[in-house]
């Protein structure tokens, strides 16, 4: 039987899906992309929002161990092994295939000339049409049977219930975050009920809650301190970036990263360097005795409002020594993580102790899982994208395999 007779289905229309979709409808087969809203790539649209960071530039050795996972079959060696057959550069490349270029920014991150993701997206779309992707949207996966034929799907549509027959079938839909994506975690009680073990939800990359004195939200709601480091008690590899004030705590890059971290700590505190280009004895030399104790550090170490009030919602005796110790190590008690749908990715889904190395369900050959859907996590910086476009490459390539097997 010749590829251009198989049928593969594919339910999800993040990066994950709609890459598998390009590489599987490219080698011949005869793809079918189902997504449950109508128009598919919505996360993908809701990430460019702020820029559309597709990737980072730093060394391959280090990329790699961007990826955690509580599953055995996603640890640093199979990253290693789906970076390379679907590298940062390769990434970088596959966008400018559109005609758009790349550029690397001050913090090493890639996006996109533009950083239009609506622009790549359009473009993604028509060239998957033109490879013969037929798109069903509007469709809810329900349930996946074994016939003598190949899998059943049953697929709930706006014209009933559909019952489909395909030879192989690519999960690919979603964590828990930005439910209204789509990406919902609706499909987890299917899974168990098939005996497919996944590991709970919980938020990735998110806001902490802290609380705030009223005081200080009347006075700081919204505003950023910026180039700091921070670092928790169970990870003390800092992370510099920006921090912003919330009504119901903080948000930031150099805080998304230590959420892994900071979920196992039965107390999450995380620490703050507010001048960390300015080591203790450099600040104490600084010091001048002009105006008054609180005006003469301002304008020593060049605080601004928010560094000098989180230095002052910690109650401090105000001398010297004590506030050279809060400058370069503040402490911030957080209460808990963010909910789930409101975090940028989810941690948790399909354990990998369950799937080969291409994500093939081993109780169930010819069903695959890609994407977040699965166990794994990683910080922003564009590893969560480069991620969903490897683990792509790495199950597509499985499922030529499986259906080329005879």
Not at 32 to 37: G, P, T, V
Not at 83 to 107: H, M, N, Q
Not at 318 to 330: A, E, H, S
Request: charge should be neutral; proline fraction near 3%; aromatic fraction near 10%.
């Amino acid at each position: 039987m010749s590829s251009l007779s198989k049928k593969i289905a594919i339910i999800g229309g993040g990066p994950s899906g709609l890459y598998t979709a390009e590489i599987l409808s490219r080698n011949g087969y005869q793809v079918e992309l189902f997504d449950q809203k109508s128009s598919v790539g919505r996360k993908f649209l809701v990430a460019g929002r702020g820029g559309l960071n597709i990737t980072h530039s730093e060394p391959m050795e280090l990329f790699a161990q961007r990826y955690f996972s509580t599953s055995i079959d996603f640890m640093e060696e199979r990253w290693k092994l789906a970076l390379r057959l679907f590298s940062p550069l390769d990434l970088k490349k596959w966008v400018e295939s559109f005609g758009i270029e790349t550029y690397i920014g001050s913090s090493r991150r890639v996006y996109p000339e533009g950083d239009s993701a609506a622009k790549l997206l359009l473009a993604w779309v028509e060239r998957l049409k033109n490879q013969g992707v037929i798109f069903s949207l509007k469709h809810r996966w329900k349930s996946f049977e074994k016939k003598e034929t190949g899998w059943s799907l049953l697929m709930d549509s706006e014209a009933g219930e559909r019952s489909l027959i395909f030879d192989a079938v690519v999960f690919a839909m979603g964590g828990g975050s930005w439910p209204e994506t789509g990406s919902d975690g609706g499909w987890i009680d299917s899974f168990l009920n098939k005996g497919i073990a996944v590991t709970p939800l919980v938020s990735a990359n998110c806001g902490w809650e802290v609380a705030w004195e009223t005081w200080f939200l009347e006075k700081f709601e919204g505003k950023a301190i910026k180039g700091v480091e921070v670092w928790s008690d169970s990870s003390p590899e800092r992370r510099r970036g920006d921090l912003i004030v919330t009504r119901y705590g903080l948000e930031g890059g150099p805080i998304y990263a230590l959420t892994r971290t900071l979920r196992e700590e039965k107390e999450p505190r995380m620490w703050i360097d507010l001048k960390p280009d300015l080591s203790k004895e450099e600040l104490e030399k600084r010091y001048r005795i002009q105006r008054g104790f609180l005006k003469d550090i301002e304008k020593s170490w060049n605080l601004n409002s928010l560094s000098k009030g989180l230095l002052l919602r910690s109650n401090p005796d105000r001398n010297l020594d004590t506030f050279l110790d809060r400058v370069k190590r503040l402490s911030i008690e957080l209460k808990g993580a963010r909910a789930l749908q409101e975090a940028i990715s989810s941690a948790g889904g399909v354990r990998g102790e369950g799937l080969n190395e291409v994500g093939m369900i081993c109780q169930y050959p010819g069903l695959f899982c890609v994407g977040e859907m699965l166990d794994w996590e990683a910080p922003t910086g564009g590893y969560l994208l480069q991620g969903c476009f490897s683990g792509a490459a790495v199950t597509a390539g499985g499922v030529d395999r499986y259906l080329s097997r005879d």
